[in-house]
């Protein structure tokens, strides 16, 4: 479906409905505020950050200080220096959400009120948000790609992704997106709105394609990419207990109230 940024991969059929039926918790309370120091380094190696294990192409044994014989040495170097395959479909760790939890769609309305209204000839599609939300938005590259959606969620999203690209250039330039703004509810619900219903939900592709809703792996880029978005307090929709939606990322409940507490948003 069509968001309203309407970027040129959002016409894939399995974009994300930001379905949160749910405050998902983890095993922290709080989360401090993102910093510089919070976003993951270039050395930190995806195979630490995946469940399963699998290898972001960087050889176990590559810091081995025996002596071996110049044709090893040189595999060694090879293997080391071979790109991370993020389009692999790996399982989806678990952890990744720590210390932060996914809004409910009341939690959002006691925040942001009506985001709008559904489409009234299928509420499937995207409808029209209220006068009062349109306010709350704006367009503007966040690095690879156009969006329109909550300011502050647009203006994290824009560091968050100078942050890969400065880390991780390779999975920075495989990097789409299906959009953040849709006033739609979330499946199987006439009541409840997506997040994405305010702008605060952000669906990303790998090389043009996203994770189906529902999968159980997920792509290696968007597990690559999980840290990057913890640090500006950003829910994984890969951490949904009972639909996970790998492609899928949104606004934390925690992040969500620091806004409201210092003014970021009305």
């Given at each position: 479906?069509?968001?309203?940024d309407?970027?040129?991969?959002s016409?894939?059929?399995?974009?994300?409905?930001?379905?949160?039926s749910?405050d998902?918790?983890?095993?922290?309370?709080?989360?401090?505020?993102?910093?510089?120091?919070d976003?993951?380094?270039?050395?930190?190696a995806?195979?630490?950050?995946?469940?399963?294990?699998?290898?972001?192409?960087?050889?176990?044994?590559?810091?081995s200080s025996?002596?071996?014989s110049?044709?090893?040495?040189?595999?060694?170097?090879?293997?080391s220096?071979?790109?991370?395959?993020?389009?692999?479909?790996v399982?989806?760790?678990?952890?990744?959400n720590d210390?932060?939890?996914?809004?409910?769609?009341a939690?959002?309305?006691?925040?942001?009120?009506?985001?709008g209204?559904?489409?009234?000839?299928?509420?499937?599609?995207?409808?029209?948000s209220?006068?009062?939300m349109?306010k709350l938005?704006k367009?503007a590259?966040?690095?690879?790609?156009?969006?329109?959606?909550?300011?502050?969620a647009v203006?994290?999203?824009?560091?968050?992704?100078?942050?890969?690209?400065s880390s991780?250039?390779?999975?920075?330039?495989?990097?789409?997106?299906?959009?953040?703004i849709?006033?739609r509810?979330?499946?199987g619900?006439?009541t409840?709105?997506?997040?994405?219903?305010?702008?605060?939900?952000?669906?990303?592709?790998?090389g043009g394609?996203f994770?189906?809703?529902?999968?159980?792996?997920?792509?290696?880029?968007?597990?690559d990419?999980?840290p990057?978005?913890?640090?500006?307090?950003?829910?994984w929709?890969g951490?949904?207990?009972?639909?996970?939606?790998?492609?899928?990322f949104?606004?934390?409940?925690?992040?969500?109230a620091?806004?409201?507490?210092?003014?970021t948003?009305?």
């Open positions: 479906m069509a968001y309203l309407d970027p040129s991969d016409s894939s059929s399995d974009s994300s409905d930001g379905d949160s749910s998902s918790t983890s095993s922290d309370s709080s989360i401090s505020d993102a910093g510089a120091s976003y993951p380094s270039s050395d930190d995806s195979s630490d950050t995946s469940s399963d294990g699998s290898s972001d192409g960087a050889s176990s044994d590559g810091a025996d002596g071996g110049s044709d090893q040495s040189s595999a060694t170097a090879t293997s220096s071979s790109p991370v395959d993020y389009t692999a479909m399982a989806i760790p678990t952890g990744m210390g932060l939890t996914s809004p409910s769609p939690t959002m309305t006691s925040a942001l009120g009506s985001p209204t559904p489409n009234p000839d299928d509420p499937t599609k995207c409808g029209r209220s006068a009062a349109l938005f367009t590259s966040v690095g690879p790609f156009r969006v329109t959606g909550l300011i502050p203006d994290a999203l824009t560091r968050v992704f100078s942050a890969v690209q991780k250039p390779d999975l920075y330039n495989l990097l789409g997106t299906g959009g953040m849709c006033v509810p979330v499946r619900s006439t409840n709105f997506s997040n994405h219903a305010w702008g605060a939900a952000i669906d990303i592709s790998i394609k994770t189906l809703r529902g999968s159980t792996t997920v792509q290696q880029g968007l597990v990419l999980c990057f978005m913890h640090a500006e307090q950003f829910f929709g951490g949904f207990s009972t639909t996970p939606d790998g492609m899928h949104e606004v934390s409940s925690e992040l969500l620091q806004w409201k507490s210092d003014g948003l009305p």
